[in-house]
């Protein structure tokens, strides 16, 4: 069993504040869910089904095309490679991924093609009648081949992992899985892989590969009845195909990870389970962009097990956003958020209820725009020099006058959300100015707290605070760590 300790937490929350600035390349089979509701309240006299009166119906992006709603959901940019057909839902995909700004849609329009159509129809209820699908499962021609790898080869540099959606349309066939992962493995990114079919060996070099419970007894011809066995058939999926990790989703059960050295087993989150459709597509989402940001597998597992969760208990073909995981991770007793966040009277009046208590307060400051492990230690080094620990947070317009027009990445709401499921942070004020002068004087803290890039004179309230008897605390610094450093590392790896 693994459990997540409070440090996973942090990270977990630290991860989805990285998300806003990395870039998944997908590659896969597109499609049309389309859901269909109405009343059920008598049998057809022609034949023993209900019939329905149709209410009403939605259509989504489904297949390859979920798993890039997901990851425009979790706030990441998209380049998504597939095939349509030349007809009507080949012209939906079309429009629904027009809607979506931040993915780039790389499409192979083809006349032989039938684009693929899932419709389900549903009681009002939520109730799952019937399924019926429209398909035409082809294989990519040369030419396609040719032009999709072009448009591969053209993003591969400016991504910072690859997914394939493996859905058995066809898009992935006759060797062109191969073609992706060669040109991932030249390009240094990870591909983390949603199997289709019992034949893996196409899959055969990338990174984590995520089979169901069903597809990895297809995939092994062994049996996955329990926990032993299904650690005893992923490491024989992982040596046949010379994968580095395989993720086994256990639906009701959880997820299991397995390497070469460790296998953890991750219990499914406690939620009702309305619809388990799109759910894997959320799982190689999350489980991507967590390993872009630098995560470990399991780390990177057990964010991709939350997210599940989520989308498992709503209706139809859902997604998770960073907003409900933070909801998640604070119902966990993880973080309290809610309270955390208040204005600057209720701050003062939080204080003074501390100060009452006997407890000593400490303040810092910053726009905390991507969070990166240097913000986390100073948080960390704030906390311990007092019993609680306020935060002034610069709001959007702040931080656009100071960094400049293109910041901040992550909007105010965000970035507190980000800073209250921190666990060394008690309280967060949103400011408006420039500096964090008046909130200071308003708060008259015990402990005043910045980096040690700053020489104790030029700490904007220390001459204040030591006034009053309080005290400055210089926080050591993380090597190499600042969000502007972030942002311009990321510029020049995709100029080169």
């Known amino acids: 069993m693994s459990n997540l300790a409070a440090d996973d937490m942090t990270a977990l929350a630290t991860l989805l504040g990285g998300f806003a600035g990395r870039r998944i390349l997908c590659v896969g089979d597109v499609m049309v869910d389309r859901s269909i509701y109405g009343e059920v309240k008598r049998i ?68 032989r093609r039938e684009t693929t159509v899932k419709t389900r129809f ?51 066939n006759d060797g062109f899985a191969q073609v992706v992962i060669a040109a991932a493995r030249k390009a240094g990114k990870p591909v983390i892989v949603d199997p289709k079919g019992n034949d893996y060996a196409r899959y055969k070099g990338a990174t984590i590969i995520t089979p169901n419970r069903t597809e990895l007894a297809e995939a092994t011809n062994m049996p996955v009845d329990g926990d032993d066995a299904i650690i005893a058939a992923a490491k024989a999926l992982r040596s046949t195909i010379d994968v580095f990790a395989v993720l086994v989703t256990r639906s009701g059960e959880g997820m299991t990870l397995v390497t070469a050295d460790e296998a953890h087993h991750l219990p499914a989150q406690t939620r009702e389970v309305a619809d388990v459709t799109g759910a894997g597509d959320t799982v190689v989402a999350a489980l991507t962009l967590a390993l872009a940001c630098g995560a470990t597998p399991l780390v990177s597992a057990h964010l991709a097990n939350i997210a599940a969760g989520i989308v498992v208990s709503r209706h139809g073909t859902a997604v998770a956003s960073p907003a409900d995981i933070l909801a998640t991770l604070r119902q966990s007793g993880f ?51 007092c019993d609680r620990l306020v935060v002034g947070l610069n709001s ?101």
């Open 44 to 111: 057809s006299p022609e034949a023993p089904v209900p019939i329905v009166r149709v209410a009403r119906e939605s259509g989504e992006l489904g297949g390859a095309g979920n798993v890039v709603r997901n990851i425009a959901a979790l706030g990441a940019r998209c380049a998504f490679v597939t095939a349509v057909g030349d007809d009507r839902a080949g012209r939906e995909v079309v429009n629904m991924l027009a809607r979506l700004t931040s993915v780039e849609p790389y499409l192979r329009v083809s006349r």
């Open 396 to 496: 959007d317009a702040s931080v656009k006058r100071l960094k400049g027009d293109e910041r901040p990445v992550q909007n105010e709401n965000a970035r507190a959300a980000v800073m209250a499921s921190l666990s060394p942070v008690d309280l967060i004020v949103i400011f408006g100015e420039d500096t964090p002068l008046a909130l200071i004087e308003a708060l008259r803290p015990d402990v005043l707290v910045k980096g040690a890039d700053y020489a104790r004179t030029q700490v904007v309230g220390g001459d204040l605070v030591e006034s009053y008897g309080g005290r400055v605390v210089l926080a050591d610094l993380v090597a190499s760590q600042s969000t502007t450093a972030t942002i311009a590392a990321m510029k020049t790896a995709r100029k080169s």
């Open 122 to 172: 549903f009681s009002n209820d939520g109730h799952h009648l019937l399924r019926a699908d429209r398909e035409t499962i082809l294989s990519l021609s040369a030419e396609g081949v040719a032009d999709l790898s072009h448009s591969i080869a053209a993003q591969m540099k400016d991504s910072d992992a690859v997914i394939l959606s493996d859905y058995g349309k066809g898009v992935l």
């Open 335 to 385: 973080a309290n958020a809610d309270q955390k966040l208040v204005d600057r009277t209720e701050a003062v009046g939080r204080v003074m209820e501390w100060r009452r208590q006997g407890l000593k307060v400490g303040f810092t400051n910053g726009c905390f725009d991507l969070l990166h492990p240097g913000h986390v230690s100073l948080l960390r080094q704030a906390r311990g020099a």
